[in-house]
């Protein structure tokens, strides 16, 4: 009796791996980069001005898409840049280069809102949205 569960278990632990590989999922087909402009989402901030923001190639910035868990945005952008904790609004002053290896920058508000679905855990992007249409044209057209 322990002999053919000893083979059963070892036969299904060898079979797991193929029927793994055969029902691998198709990778999902590529989205177009989408965020909304709002000037009107940005609040006057006390010494906003002067916030030092970060400096990103919009390469890295288009990663951040609808769906994205909130905490992978920290290895991206960092912490939000307005004091925001445990809100469901993030903001950031970004800059980007003007060309590649510039020294000249172009300076960016964007805002990352989260929405966590019920029965779910995790908080994920719902929506990004940027101050300017410029900026947010920098971000789709990178490759």
Same mark, same amino acid.
């Given at each position: 009796?322990k ?8 036969l ?21 980069y989408?965020a ?6 940005f ?5 906003e001005?002067?916030? $030092?923001?970060?400096? /990103?190639? *919009?390469? &890295? +910035?288009?990663?951040?898409t609808p ?5 992978s ?6 912490p939000?840049h ?8 993030w903001?950031?002053v $970004?800059?980007?280069? /003007?060309? *590649?290896? &510039? +020294?000249?920058r ?16 995790s908080v994920?992007v719902?929506e ?16």
């Open positions: 009796m002999t053919r569960f000893l083979a059963l278990t070892i299904t632990g060898l079979m797991s791996p193929a029927a793994a590989v055969a029902q691998k999922a198709p990778p999902p087909p590529a989205t177009t989408v909304s402009v709002d000037p009107s989402a609040h006057k901030a006390p010494l001005h002067k916030k $030092l923001g970060v400096t /990103v190639s *919009p390469a &890295s +910035v288009r990663l951040i769906g994205v868990d909130k905490f945005i920290y290895p991206l952008l960092g939000p307005f004091g925001e904790g445990i809100t469901r609004r903001n950031y $970004l800059f980007f280069p /003007v060309a *590649p290896g &510039s +020294v000249e172009v300076r960016c508000r964007m805002q990352i809102r989260f929405e966590r679905q019920r029965g779910r855990y994920t719902s990004v949205i940027w101050q300017e249409q410029s900026c947010a044209d920098r971000v789709a057209a990178a490759s």
